[in-house]
């Protein structure tokens, strides 16, 4: 071939190429996204960051998969629902117990309840009940649709479970698409279990995660992971039906959300996007070529590379960050819940659970 004729058809070569591409991934892409904004840097007023979650003791080390959530039941025994569906018990021995097989590796959230039984959330199969009899479910469909991203739940006095529906469009182990897709999928239910009838209480938010009661449960709390924001919904008083924002741009998406025994709340959160990758959440063309090539994601998220929890007063303030800035000793935090002076700390990167003197 004539050299001048091959350099001549390079850039045609290219231009074809570069169409092909495109038309694959306008076809392919799993996503129709908006643009995302993120949060401006944090203000003067907000305390530091630190290292003290270096600090951590880590109980049951490398016999926990990924425990997402920890609760207390009324006895002081700590739980956490792990990757390969045990149910772990954990003791002030530091001993752990595998207490109960749910035969589901998706389990998220989990809470005590009064009588003593554990709720979980199944990413798959909805609200579940654990108890010493076994596994049973509570609700798996709503408006006779099977929910479909069951992500935290918390019980009210009268028996009451409110949950958070993470997305309506996309299922755990593709929760990285409904970040970049940016739009309000997620819900907030409310189930009577008296009734056994559920009902919807707020409706398109972005990727509904942690829920907590008020300490005098006059209102709710549910963390919009992709807003970097928690809102607040009035259940009793003058503004009872009202939603307001209780605090806005957090230094991090907010994941469970934890009422503390002061009345604030320890909120665990998540390094969205690595660090020089947050151009990706103002470019729809980059968001459909990672959603395209889900490898590339793993350039993105920042999940793995730090931890932050934050303690907020019931006023919407920051009081305390506790962090791993460079996640050597703990990643991926998404729950914090305060015991006898101790914080522990589920994580979905790390086998065991962490205990942090406070």
Not at 31 to 39: A, G, V
Not at 48 to 59: A, E, G, R, S, V
Not at 294 to 306: E, K, P, R, Y
Request: hydrophobic letters at 40%.
């Amino acid at each position: 071939m004539n050299p001048k004729h091959f350099l001549s058809t390079i850039p045609t070569f290219l231009v074809g190429c570069l169409l092909a591409l495109s038309f694959h991934i306008y076809f392919t892409s799993p996503i129709s996204p908006d643009l995302l904004n993120l949060p401006p840097p944090s203000s003067a007023s907000v305390p530091p960051t630190n290292n003290h979650l270096k600090k951590i003791t880590k109980l049951g080390e490398g016999f926990l998969e990924g425990p997402e959530d920890v609760c207390v039941d009324n006895e002081g025994i700590l739980y956490a629902a792990t990757r390969d569906g045990w149910i772990k018990r954990l003791y002030n021995n530091n001993s752990v117990e595998d207490w109960k097989m749910t035969n589901r590796n998706h389990l998220l959230g989990i809470t005590a309840t009064a009588s003593g039984d554990l709720v979980v959330c199944d990413s798959e199969e909805g609200l579940l009940k654990v108890s010493e009899d076994g596994v049973t479910s509570i609700v798996s469909y709503f408006n006779n649709s099977k929910i479909r991203f069951a992500d935290d739940v918390v019980e009210a006095r009268d028996g009451t479970l409110y949950f958070s529906i993470a997305s309506t469009k996309f299922g755990l182990h593709n929760w990285f698409l409904d970040m970049l897709e940016a739009k309000p999928h997620g819900q907030l239910l409310k189930h009577d279990p008296s009734t056994n009838h559920t009902t919807l209480v707020m409706d398109n938010l972005c990727f509904a995660n942690g829920v907590a009661l008020s300490a005098d449960q006059d209102y709710l709390l549910v963390c919009e992971t992709w807003k970097f924001r928690i809102l607040k919904y009035w259940l009793e008083g003058d503004r009872k039906g009202q939603t307001e924002t209780f605090i806005e741009n957090l230094p991090g998406g907010p994941d469970n959300i934890n009422l503390a025994p002061d009345g604030t709340f320890w909120v665990a959160l998540i390094q969205l996007t690595s660090s020089g990758f947050e151009f990706v959440h103002t470019s729809k063309i980059a968001k459909h070529l990672i959603a395209t090539f889900s490898a590339l994601s793993n350039l993105v998220l920042g999940a793995h590379q730090s931890a932050m929890v934050v303690n907020v007063a019931a006023d919407g303030r920051i009081l305390r960050i506790l962090g791993d800035t460079d996640g050597r000793v703990t990643s991926f935090v998404t729950s914090a819940v305060e015991f006898e002076d101790h914080l522990y700390l589920g994580s979905l990167s790390s086998n065991f659970v962490g205990k942090l003197p406070l």
